[in-house]
């Protein structure tokens, strides 16, 4: 048992939205394909992945480091201990070769994309969805049936109007999600506000709205937010980018103590471990952290991570694997996690879930297909396989 090939493309996203910090007019993304020598119904078994969304492309480290080190190294010594199949652990230990410590998104992403292509191929090996199989490996083999799922919108985009906004909230509340969340930030703060109270006007009860501010604000910025939203008594206030103001933030809102969100742009544990240790994060006020495994060294390190969190007190519950996308939701399925964001109708390909995916109250039932599930995805499966032929 080997591996033949790994194979990255890069992709543009020729996306015309936009947060409170960049737009994705430029953005690309790598797609990675690892050709096996194992045969199953007459073709090659081949893991796929991509970088998430958010991270440029990053095939340049790929094909110069990371690449070359998986096809020098001994076959057997990236097997498991029965010989059976990959060890994504031993891949990514041949992977961090000759890396000096620290460095982390510098090579994360590059890694991580491999890795979770290669956890790909593992689970069509075992014939078993990856949600199960890291159910087995990380979770006691509980297997989350469904995972809730929020979706992430309300991007700002050129002759964006009000209604414009309305109308895309009610499309993915007409879809089955019960949170919804908006980019705050990237206009003054007074029409930021109105557009804010907007989206308030037609959610339903059972509805939350969570904000994203894209780490746009320094302190005085993100007070000044969290002064004029607390009259909201918004979900979420996501990535305020000093986590010091964290517990002043919560204070402000006139007695209530929103829950906060962020992690998205940290790469390695040891960040992950310096923000729960000095960023004032709560899990008992249902803080939630938002790594996202293929840009932060792929599921192996992402387990560690999680075992770190556990350590210090924080539930499984409180971990949103950022991304909104296949690789994401079967990573909260297959540890029983909190739950994942979802991406519609952005990013071309790259965003949302399989073709038939339904949501129900807010929650998505997992599927049975083999491994990550591209499969089901028919334009980006279409790109994937372009790759491996």
């Not at 989350?144 to 002759?159: H, I, L, R």
């Not at 949103?320 to 964001?341: T, W, Y």
Request: one cysteine or more.
């Amino acid at each position: 048992m080997r591996i033949l090939d790994i194979r990255e493309c890069a992709i543009p996203l020729k996306s015309d939205i936009r947060n409170s910090s960049f737009d994705f007019s430029e953005m690309t993304t790598s797609v990675v394909a690892v050709i096996t020598d194992v045969i199953r119904d007459g073709k090659p078994v081949t893991g796929f992945a991509f970088n998430s969304t958010g991270r440029y492309a990053c095939g340049a480290a790929m094909r110069a480091r990371f690449i070359p080190r998986i096809l020098a190294a001994d076959p057997k010594s990236l097997l498991d201990a029965h010989q059976a199949n990959f060890a994504p652990e031993e891949i990514l230990a041949v992977m961090m070769q000759r890396e000096k410590s620290g460095g982390h998104s510098e090579r994360s992403v590059a890694i991580g994309t491999i890795e979770v292509a290669v956890w790909d191929a593992v689970a069509k090996i075992a014939g078993k969805p990856l949600h199960r199989l890291l159910a087995d490996r990380y979770s006691g083999g509980a297997i989350a049936a469904k995972v809730f799922c929020y979706v992430g919108g309300g991007w700002y985009f050129p002759g964006q109007t009000i209604k414009d906004l309305q109308d895309e909230m009610r499309r993915h509340l007409d879809a089955g999600y019960t949170m919804v969340k908006m980019k705050v930030g990237g206009l003054p703060l007074d029409e930021d506000v109105r557009r804010v109270e907007a989206v308030k006007t037609i959610l339903p009860a059972h509805a939350q709205l969570a904000v994203d501010a894209n780490s746009k604000f320094g302190r005085d910025e993100a007070l000044a937010y969290a002064r004029a939203l607390a009259p909201f008594a918004l979900r979420w206030f996501e990535e305020p980018c000093d986590p010091l103001d964290f517990e002043l933030l919560a204070e402000i809102a006139s007695g209530y103590a929103p829950p906060l969100s962020t992690g998205e742009n940290l790469f390695s544990t040891q960040d992950v471990e310096n923000l729960v240790r000095f960023g004032g994060l709560r899990p008992e006020r249902r803080d939630a952290i938002q790594v996202d495994p293929p840009q932060a060294y792929g599921i192996v390190q992402y387990a560690r991570t999680v075992a770190m969190l556990e350590r210090r007190g924080w539930p499984r519950g409180a971990l949103f694997p950022h991304g909104g996308n296949q690789m994401s939701l079967a990573i909260a399925g297959g540890f029983g996690l909190g739950g994942a964001e979802s991406y519609p109708g952005v990013f071309g390909a790259f965003g949302g879930f399989a073709d038939d995916a339904r949501l129900q109250d807010g929650y998505l039932t997992l599927s049975d297909r083999p491994g990550i599930g591209f499969e089901g995805q028919s334009a980006l499966y279409a790109i994937m396989r372009e790759l491996a032929c």
